[in-house]
Structure formats: C-alpha cells, structure tokens
C-alpha cells in the first residue's frame, strides 16, 4: 500500500463519507492494520520552562480556561478509551502536567478503570521535573506506574539556555524524589545541535550513575518551532558521539513491539551499564508500528503528533453527546490515520499546532 504522509491526507468531509462512524466495532483500528492502544491526555498547555525548540520565548497565546477539558470530561474519555475502545495505557502529558493541581485525581480515576483482562491500564507522566519532588508521594498513592522527566543537558547554564529558565537543580531533586520512592523513571533529551558533544555523554553519565535509562529524542518539527533539517541532531550523531565518547553499544535482545525508540545495552569504560534508546521520527520513523492516540489538552482527538487536521470531541461532550457518538468520533479519526507521517518528506506541511498543545 503506497504510504500517505500527513502532509497529504483526505479532506476530512470526502473521508467521513467514505467510511463513515462504525460505534459499535471495538478498538481504535486504522486503515493499515495498526490499532491503537496507548493514549497520550494533554492536561495544560501551559508551562513554566521555555524550551527553544518548543514554545516561544514569550510563552503561547494560552488556551482560554473554559476550552480546556475539565477533569469530569478528561475521565470520561479515558474511561470510554480503556472499556469500550482498547487502550491499556494512559500517559499524561502537556504542556507541563504537574501545573494542573488535579493531576493525582485524575491518575487515580484512571487506574480504577478496568481493561478487558481486568487489569488497570498502565498510568505514566512525561514531565519537565519542576515540582515533582513535592507531588511524588500524591502521585505514587494515586497509582502513577511510571515517569518520563525531560533533560537535555545536566549543565547548569546550557540548561538555562536550553529552557531559558534556570531550574536545573529542581529537576535533579525531582528525579531524585521519584527514584527515591521507588518510581520507575526515564529521561527524556532533545540533544541540541550547538551542545551535543558535551550534553550526550554528560547525560550518559548522570543516567548511569543513577540507574536511570535515557532516551534521546531528535528534534521534530512541530509547531512552526524553527525546525532545520541541520538542525537536528540525528541517530547516527547520537550514536557517533556516544562510541566516540568510550562507551560500548550492544543491540537490545528485548523485543521493541511499538515503542519508537530502538534501544542499545550501553557500558562504560569503567563498567557501568544501562539501557539507552532513541526515538528517531526523523531520521529512522517508526510509523508503521505507532500505538498512539491523542487527546488535546482543549478535548481534540489527534491520530498523529504530525497530523494536519484533528476530531472536535470537545464539541461532542459539551453538546449532550452519548458514548456511542464519542466512540464513533474517535473511531473515525483513528480511520484518517496516514501510514506515515513524513516529516522528512518534500513538501511536509506542519499543522501550526505546537507541542505544547497537542501534548508530547
Ligand atoms: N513539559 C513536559 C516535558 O517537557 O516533559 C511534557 C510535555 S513536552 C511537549 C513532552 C516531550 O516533548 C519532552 O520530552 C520534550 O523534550 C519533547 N519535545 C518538545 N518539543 C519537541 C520537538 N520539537 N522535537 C522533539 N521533542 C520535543
Ligand atoms: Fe515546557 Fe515541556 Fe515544552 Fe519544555 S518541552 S517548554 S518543559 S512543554
């Protein structure tokens, strides 16, 4: 089947005709046999750091208040999402989801939900760290399984820099607080293409130290964010600098499934070893095995990050709508999912939408 990228999809009014809303089939499956089972739930998209290659100095014009879904709402979805449509992991994110207050009721009111093997669904949180340290233990009680804190540098000034912000050491006591009571933690890392040299082993390093797996991500365009193809530090130079750097890469026997990142055992010269990915969706995309599904911080189902058009299931909670027409919604955006989403493609079109609002 010839791949359609992002840039390229259906219009959406010709592709509903086309298929039409299915409620009562099960599952969120797309045209290309995938079906999606991870769902990604923006809770803000507000934040406190400034990343450059996520927001703008000067912040976002914010989404009003009364766009954003309230918890009531963001349960439901959920709840439709794990009984009825086969998701079995709820990964909270934004923005920066530990600025909304409620994020521990809205974890536990997740993981009282039930899969169809009876288990709760898997409850993780990608977070910049800031303020985690004093929310571990709510979290933790309300049933988090997992947190991915975000860290591209662990050098003071390229981290402030980086976010313009100087709050390195409040992410460290926040990885530090998690790992301490017991929480299994990823790092998440932009490598930047002016820093990467000294950043990667020095992240290599701390992550070791620490028994923490690291993830390199390579910097996406999203979002009219200034994206450069020479911008982006890719695999292979992630790769370069770690060998070149004196650590040792052996491939990873544990089977991928659908993660994005491809994963690498790593040991040190001194002998230190972990466990090292790296989400390429620029240089090495992982489209054809993707799990993702998306809901927007303002109620907006996207089938993609990259996807240049998203369902209103804002308009459909806030109107009366049943289950049976969120279900068929979300059923139908999922069926407009492109089988790549052809970033490094000529003539990719981004969806203006940024990072923060779609949710990481
Ligand atoms: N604020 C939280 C954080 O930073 O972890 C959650 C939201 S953030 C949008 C989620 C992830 O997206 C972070 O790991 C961040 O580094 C990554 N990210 C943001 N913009 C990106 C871009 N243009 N390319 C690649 N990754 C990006
Ligand atoms: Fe905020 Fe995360 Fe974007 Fe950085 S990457 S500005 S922490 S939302």
Redesign the pocket.
Known sequence: MTPTPAAEQEDGEAMSTMIGPRPNHRGLPDRFGRVATDLRVSVTDR?N?R?T??MPAQGMDWLPRRDLLTDAEIIRVIGIGVKRLGITKVRF?????LLRPSLEHLVSATVDFRCADDKPPVAAL???GIGLDKRVAGLVNAGLDQV???L?TVDPERFTTISRRNRLSQVVTGIDTALAAGLPVKI???PQIHSYHSDVPQLLNFCLDRGLELRF??????GA?G?RRDATVSADDILGVVQDSGFILTEDTKPRGSTPAQCWRVRSADGRTGRVGIIASVTRPFCEHCSRTRLTADGQIRNCLFAIREADLRSVLRSGGSDDEIVAVWQGEMLRKSAQHGVDAEGFADSGRR??AI??
């Open positions: 934040c750091l990343c290659y996520c994110t934004g923005g920066e989801p990608t977070t910049n991915n804190v975000s591209d998440n890392a932009v991500i390579e910097f996406m365009p999203i964010n994206w990072m923060s949710g990481g």
